[in-house]
């Protein structure tokens, strides 16, 4: 038996190796899961900044958006949403035009509605709502114009906006 005790010794250590690795690999696998993403109520602002605000969702907790129901400020010319929680999320989006079925806003009239598609960046480009980063950007943004003189923009959503 003492014989065989290198070989048992060389076995557990192997095993011991190989759980090892295994506790290595998961965080690895818990890293490539899907980003955490919020659906938000409202979104109004301007040309230049919008408020998000009624966000539910997975990323609505206190290491990303804020704990649930989560607000956020989205700043068009860094594309960058800094949430309740202080924690930002950096995108990457586009525009594209479609219908105009957006409902009547009393003082403006009805300038276009555009379909907003993206992304959160990834790694450290994403921000630090880390779990938000890769994550979708979508949704319907109403673009009214103020009636009366300055004719400035207000931007609302149609629909919920996801982040």
């Known amino acids: 038996m003492k014989r065989h005790l290198p070989v048992r010794l060389l ?5 011991a190796g190989s759980a090892s690795l295994a506790a290595v ?12 993403t919020v659906s938000c109520t409202h ?8 408020t998000l605000s009624g966000c539910t969702g997975g990323g609505a907790i206190a290491a990303d958006a804020g ?9 068009v010319s860094t594309k960058t949403v800094t949430w309740g929680s202080g924690k930002t999320s950096k995108t990457t989006y586009t ?33 630090t709502a880390v779990g938000m980063r890769g994550g979708a950007f979508s949704g319907y943004a109403c673009v ?6 300055p004719h400035t923009l207000k931007i609302v959503n149609d629909g919920n906006f996801t982040v």
Do not use: M, R
Not at 108 to 127: I, Q, W
Not at 144 to 149: H, P
């Open 11 to 15: 076995a557990c250590a192997a095993l």
């Open 95 to 127: 525009y594209t035009g479609v219908t105009n079925n957006c409902p009547a806003l009393s003082g403006y009239t009805k300038d276009l509605k555009e379909h907003e598609t993206g992304h959160v960046n990834t790694g450290t480009a994403g921000g």
């Open 67 to 75: 704990v649930s129901p989560a607000h956020g400020t989205n700043v």
């Open 25 to 36: 690999a998961i965080p690895g696998g818990v890293a490539s899961a899907s980003p955490l």
């Open 43 to 50: 979104l109004t602002g301007t040309a230049t900044s919008q």
């Open 144 to 149: 009214y114009k103020l009636t009366a003189a």
